[in-house]
């Protein structure tokens, strides 16, 4: 089955700096890629998502790439204030498999005022 | 806005009792997903459902079982509930994945904390 690994397990960083959380998959048949913000206390939230066809995609603050060949993804948060702290989630996705995702181990992103 | 809600945010049990998680979603999601979650070791994935009746184990299915009888409802079962079973559990649902562009987001519940004593 799918494997993916994530990393780093913990980031911290200084507001305004920017984050990159990254991850690989094993399964060259994933073709959707999203991304989930836990934060403390609540239930996880799709943030940002990309499929096979597209290497990168952006919404405001945040993107994502995906590197097929290499089987990995990343995401990266601009700026980032003291709201995005939380856990992050990456996962990955075969099309044909009714939507199951399996999912990394997740990134405790810490913002530092 | 699509609602996935759990029957209990707290929940505690003793070792050998049946154990009853249910979830019940409103937006008519053909798939629906039961994960736990446990610190270091992410979503991890117990069973899912894309249809009624229709189950699929997941990448922890043992000491578990479920059931869907309505599409709208999904129920995890542990038979015999052990110690090793405390953890945070997720009801998650979504539609039926596509290969066209746009969103195949799972909207999850706000979870069941269970404690196995």
């Known amino acids: 089955g799918e494997n993916v690994e994530q990393h780093p397990s913990t980031l911290s960083v200084q507001e305004g700096d920017s984050a990159v959380i990254k991850c690989t998959y094993s399964?060259?048949?994933?073709?959707?890629f999203p991304w989930y913000k836990q934060e403390l206390g609540k239930r996880p939230q799709l943030i940002i998502d990309?499929?096979?066809?597209?290497g990168e995609k952006k919404d405001q603050r945040i993107a994502v790439t995906l590197n097929k060949t290499a089987k990995h993804f990343s995401l990266h948060i601009t700026e980032t204030q003291p709201e995005d702290s939380a856990v992050y989630f990456c996962?990955?996705?075969?099309?044909?498999?009714?939507?199951?995702?399996?999912f990394g181990d997740g990134t405790t992103l810490t913002v530092k005022p | 806005d699509v609602k996935v809600t759990q029957s209990s945010r707290y929940l505690v049990k003793r070792t050998g009792e049946k154990v009853f998680l249910e979830c019940v979603q409103d937006?008519?999601?053909?798939?629906m997903f039961w994960y736990r979650q446990d610190p270091g070791l992410g979503l991890r994935l117990i069973y899912f459902?894309?249809?009624?009746?229709?189950?699929e184990k997941g990448d922890i299915p043992e000491g578990y079982s479920v059931s869907r009888e309505k599409k709208e409802r999904f129920s995890l079962i542990l038979e015999s509930a052990s110690t090793n079973q405390t953890s945070m559990y997720l009801c998650?649902?979504?539609?039926?994945?596509?290969?066209?562009?746009?969103?195949?987001?799972?909207?999850f519940g706000p979870g069941t904390r269970l404690t196995v004593l």
């Open positions: 998650a649902s979504s539609f039926i994945m596509t290969l066209l562009a746009g969103r195949n987001e799972q909207f």
């Open positions: 399964d060259s048949a994933s073709n959707y």
């Open positions: 937006m008519d999601h053909e798939n």
């Open positions: 996962a990955a996705s075969i099309g044909t498999n009714a939507g199951k995702s399996t």
């Open positions: 459902s894309y249809d009624v009746k229709m189950k």
């Open positions: 990309i499929r096979s066809n597209v």
